[in-house]
Nanobody, 123 residues
């Protein structure tokens, strides 16, 4: 039974930082991709970052250089360090897992999803 628990969201000022956590169970970190996605009000969900032990990491262009995804396999947790946050980063952030493909490109749907955590960037 796959379970994903996202946490760490909150309110932060522009230029600030947050670290999101995704605690996963029932997932093989050796074989599965873990991704972060976000959805802002009135917008489609978009991929933010993903990580896979074999394929490495991938990022959306909008967050490259500001966000870093990492994993702690011993804790079965994936992190998303978000620096230099901008108001346009405001969204509900979701973590997801997939046994087949590590990508943040649109059009591919991960198999398993956790609940979201709200990130609000505002002064």
């Amino acid at each position: 039974d796959v379970q994903l628990q996202a946490s760490g969201g909150g309110l932060v000022q522009p230029g600030g930082s947050l670290r999101l956590s995704c605690a996963a169970s029932g997932v093989s970190f050796d074989d599965w991709a873990i991704g972060w996605f976000r959805q802002a009000p009135g917008k489609e969900r978009e991929g933010v970052a993903c990580i896979h032990s074999r394929d490495g990491t991938d990022y959306a262009d909008s967050v490259k250089g500001r966000f870093t995804i990492s994993s702690d396999n011993a804790k079965s947790t994936v992190y998303l360090q978000m620096n230099n946050l901008k108001p346009e980063d405001t969204a509900v952030y979701y973590c997801a897992a997939d046994p087949w493909l590590a990508t943040v490109q649109p059009g591919y749907e991960y198999d398993y999803w956790g609940q979201g955590t709200q990130v609000t960037v505002s002064s």
